[in-house]
């Protein structure tokens, strides 16, 4: 399903202030290259991470799926002269990909990248984040919340991508098991009382989560 009219986005890009080239590159050669290039964020949604990281001016950013890189290149804009943005990746390929094109950005020593189980290594991690972005498999997206809220301060935030999972929690019986891991944790998140929420649709839905 066609979330957004092809149209408004080419439009909503057109105004929206161009990558940098290291971020091209990243995008350029995931979708040439990569047999899931449609994972990755892009301009918008990227410029929209970007933007995010500047108005909280982070110290500390957790990301739970690196892909090819370019998420965490666009939230570590905003980070905190001294701050650290923690990414995690299953994938030995990609986690060696997204390294490379790290090991060339001016925030090199900012980005620290952990390859495996990200539920094993959020629990290693000894530090209260500000801002935390889930983007991994869908089916342990209720188990990363619940292990890194209590890591993220007070009016910390989190955002969650793939909410609307390509239109298919649109749907009068949601079917899939990807989709209905995002439609359970759609639910569970909305029954929840301890943080404000706002899905909002960009792309293919990111909920915004302010911790309470």
């Not at 290149?73 to 650290?84: M, N, V």
């Not at 943005?85 to 952990?114: N, P």
């Not at 498999?137 to 609307?164: C, M």
């Not at 998140?189 to 293919?204: C, H």
Request: hydrophobic share 45%; charged share 25%; net charge negative.
């Amino acid at each position: 399903m066609e979330l957004v009219n092809p149209l408004v986005q080419q439009y909503a890009e057109r105004y929206t202030s161009p990558t940098d080239s290291l971020l091209n590159e990243v995008f350029q050669y995931t979708i040439q290259h990569h047999p899931h290039a449609h994972m990755i964020s892009g301009p918008l949604q990227g410029k929209f991470l970007e933007m995010v990281s500047y108005m909280l001016r982070p110290e500390k950013i957790l990301e739970i799926g690196t892909f090819t890189g370019y998420s965490a290149l666009c939230l570590a804009k905003g980070l905190q002269p001294e701050g650290r943005l923690h990414t995690i990746e299953l994938r030995e390929d990609d986690a060696a990909r997204a390294q490379a094109f790290f090991d060339r950005s001016v925030f090199k020593q900012h980005i620290i990248l952990h390859i495996g189980n990200a539920l094993e290594i959020v629990d290693r991690l000894d530090e209260t984040w500000d801002l935390v972005f889930i983007d991994a498999d869908k089916v342990s997206y209720i188990d990363y919340f619940n292990r890194v809220l209590p890591k993220v301060r007070k009016n910390g935030f989190i955002l969650a991508d793939n909410v609307l999972f390509h239109g298919e929690v649109l749907q009068e019986k949601v079917t899939g098991k990807s989709a209905m891991a995002i439609q359970a944790f759609n639910d569970f998140i909305a029954a929840r009382t301890d943080v404000e929420k706002m899905l909002l649709p960009l792309r293919d839905g990111l909920l915004l989560l302010r911790k309470l």
